[in-house]
T-cell receptor
Framework: EPEVTQTPSHQVTQMGQEVILRCVPI?????FYWYRQILGQKVEFLVS????????KSEIFDDQFSVERPDGSNFTLKIRSTKLEDSAMYFC??????????FGPGTRLTVT | DAKTTQPPSMDCAEGRAANLPCNHS???????VYWYRQIHSQGPQYIIH???NNETNEMASLIITEDRKSSTLILPHATLRDTAVYYC?????????FGTGTRLQVFP
């Protein structure tokens, strides 16, 4: 069964550094999403992406965040200058028609 | 904010049906109800969704009341692997807004 994959599974970075989190969505899916979950808190929506552009973003997704689909298979989330409060699990999701969203296993980002 | 209300926790015996309720009294006519679950810190797993008719798939059944103000997710024969946090979500736009969900504990 096709799955969303994410790399790395765990990323440790220093405050102020740039990080890129990578996702490979399910191959025939057209809609892509990033969510995050701070330890012990709710899953929060960050951004949705369709037809090579952002379709919706949350207040969390400020100028420090960006997303890109650099080729036909990858979907990335970049954080330009990480802060301590960016430490969280980051989940990528994809959807074929914009209905069911299928989530990846997540990348645990630790900012020190 | 989430448009749903769920009990914080429930227990269920293994092999029995688990019925998880959800209230969504402010749901609009074109908004779907989605159910996801999250086991430990894994990625949320899609279970089922519906608009007004009852739905069934290989994982679960979704019963939506006629007025659409509440719904019930039914896991017909719960197993220990169904222990998870279950989220009922009314989807408004692209995004899924997760609440705190119901922590279902399946016991032997």
């Amino acid at each position: 069964e096709p799955e969303v994959t994410q790399t790395p599974s765990h990323q440790v970075t220093q405050m102020g550094q740039e990080v890129i989190l990578r996702c490979v969505p399910i191959s025939n899916h057209l809609y892509f999403y990033w969510y995050r979950q701070i330890l012990g808190q709710k899953v929060e929506f960050l951004v949705s992406f369709y037809n090579n552009e952002i379709s919706e973003k949350s207040e969390i997704f400020d100028d420090q965040f960006s997303v890109e689909r650099p080729d036909g298979s990858n979907f990335t989330l970049k954080i330009r200058s990480t802060k301590l409060e960016d430490s969280a699990m980051y989940f990528c999701a994809s959807s074929e028609w914009g209905y069911e969203q299928y989530f990846g296993p997540g990348t645990r980002l630790t900012v020190t | 904010d989430a448009k749903t209300t769920q009990p914080p926790s429930m227990d269920c015996a293994e092999g029995r049906a688990a019925n998880l309720p959800c209230n969504h009294s402010t749901i609009s006519g074109n908004e779907y109800v989605y159910w996801y679950r999250q086991i430990h810190s894994q990625g949320p797993q899609y279970i089922i969704h519906g608009l007004k008719n009852n739905e069934t798939n290989e994982m679960a059944s979704l019963i939506i009341t006629e007025d659409r103000k509440s719904s019930t997710l039914i896991l017909p024969h719960a197993t220990l692997r169904d222990t998870a946090v279950y989220y009922c979500i009314v989807r408004v736009t692209d995004k899924l807004i997760f609440g705190t969900g119901t922590r279902l504990q399946v016991f032997p």
